[in-house]
């Protein structure tokens, strides 16, 4: 253990220096003051935690320093000896209650002081050990808390990626299938109705075949442009795959639904994909289902959107039929009157 610096508190400045003289032949590097401000300004000054303070009893000044040097946080670790002549327990008391760490008689030998203030260095090093160690845990705890976050936003990140199409921006399959699970189980619990859009483009295999496959890519990410801008922000569309599109309608009842669908359908029939010079318009048939007391499962739901998409490409396309129980009807008619379009 080096030797510390010590500070002595004490207006008699010959019994300092006698006292000073004695720990420095111990290898001590001893300061002193003569009042509570100056010995604070030394203390910062050359960073000393080890004091002697002079105490006459009934000097009050001593205990408030004490006092005081505890409240201090910019202070830091410190170990206090006070010395007085004729101490008693009563004024061990006192000095420990201000905040002493000890009490030694003034005409004690050197040999105590010095062993106070060895056990007094070491109880400053492992208090400021200790310091060193909580300021590391908290700046490892902090670091460990961002990099927590970090990794927590680079996960929702990964995760949306593994949720979006990569060609439309949109939800894919997998976001659709989770999505659809969500919605089932919340329309079972709160007995809400939960309504399905499947839509599919119109002859999108002869978009391929007759502009190629990047225009074809140019009509799915106009499709799902479009849905986005028409769609309410309740309604979720999702790319199932290839030219196949599964629209969520929670809380919405299929009618509301079909008529959703068919805002979707004449906004896409309007709407003109243009390509280096050329235009061409896409449609999209359309089949709507929703979950009634006959619906055991999502499957089941998901058969009956299937068979009213089917039904519309039946029914001539661009259009959109309704799954009604056992029968799937033309938004406008009856399936055996379909409503004729000109297809796309």
């Not at 208090?127 to 680079?154: G, K, P």
């Amino acid at each position: 253990m080096h030797a510390a610096s010590v500070l002595i508190l004490d207006p008699d400045s010959d019994a300092a220096q006698r006292l000073a003289s004695k720990l420095v032949v111990r290898g001590y590097l001893v300061q002193h003051a003569d009042n509570p401000r100056h010995a604070l300004r030394l203390m910062s000054d050359h960073a000393i935690a080890l004091l002697i303070v002079r105490w006459n009893i009934g000097d009050s000044m001593p205990l408030e320093f004490c006092r005081a040097l505890r409240e201090l946080d910019s202070v830091g670790a410190s170990y206090t000896i006070l010395l007085a002549d004729d101490v008693s327990d009563a004024d061990f008391d006192r000095a420990c209650d201000a905040g002493a760490d000890d009490l030694l008689e003034a005409n004690g030998t050197v040999r105590e002081i010095l062993a106070r203030l060895h056990a007094g260095q070491r109880i400053v090093e492992l208090e400021q050990n200790l310091a060193r160690m909580t300021r590391d845990v908290v700046r490892y705890s902090a670091e460990l808390e961002v990099n927590h976050l970090e990794l927590a936003r680079a996960n929702q990140r990964l995760q949306d990626l593994s949720y979006a199409d990569e060609l439309t921006g949109i939800r894919n399959r997998r976001a659709g299938i989770r999505d659809l699970n969500m919605h089932w189980a919340a329309s079972l619990r709160h007995r809400e109705p939960l309504a399905l859009i499947a839509l599919d483009l119109d002859h999108f295999k002869a978009i391929n075949d007759e502009y190629g496959h990047a225009i074809g890519d140019l009509a799915l990410k106009h499709t799902a442009m479009i849905s986005d801008a028409v769609l309410r922000r309740e309604e979720a569309i999702y790319r199932m795959g290839g030219e196949e599109f599964l629209i969520m309608c929670p809380r919405a009842t299929v009618d509301e639904a079909a008529q959703a669908a068919e805002r979707l359908r004449v906004a896409l029939e309007k709407a003109v994909v243009t390509n280096e010079g050329s235009s061409f318009r896409v449609t999209a048939s359309f089949g709507v289902a929703m979950r009634d007391p006959q619906t055991e499962s999502i499957d089941d739901l998901l058969r009956c959107v299937d068979e009213a998409l089917y039904a519309a490409k039946r029914g001539g396309r661009n259009c959109v039929y309704v799954s009604r129980g056992s029968r799937c009807e033309a938004l406008h008619g009856d399936l055996d009157e379909p409503r004729q379009q000109d297809a796309a």
